[in-house]
């Protein structure tokens, strides 16, 4: 499991599949810093759209009120395997958005699972 706390970059240490495959799916919670509930969530529209670039999916996102410590949003991610993720943090056009993200994200929780459920 990888945690950042409170004005952490987010970013996170290599992770085992939870399968015999590579694929890699992950579960981020996410916590809004203070007031910021917005624009964190159109923070994550943007990284989020970058997925694709790298054989990337959202699996599923909930948005949430954020209140009573729980976080504000949650989201199952796959991506193809370690590699693919690695690039994906790696990406520039994210990178580039640190500060935002240091502004709009309290902390973040994320790590490995398997979705299971109808499509």
Known sequence: MATTPPGASGEFAPVQSLSDHPTIELCCLIWATQGNAEGATEYEDEV???LPDYGGEVV????????????HETQFLRLPDQQSLDAY??????LELNDQREELIERTIVYPVRVTGHR
Do not use: F, K, S
């Open 48 to 50: 989020l759209a970058l």
């Open 60 to 71: 599923a996102r909930a948005i949430g009120p954020g209140l009573d410590d729980m976080p």
């Open 89 to 94: 943090l790696g990406d520039p056009r994210r």
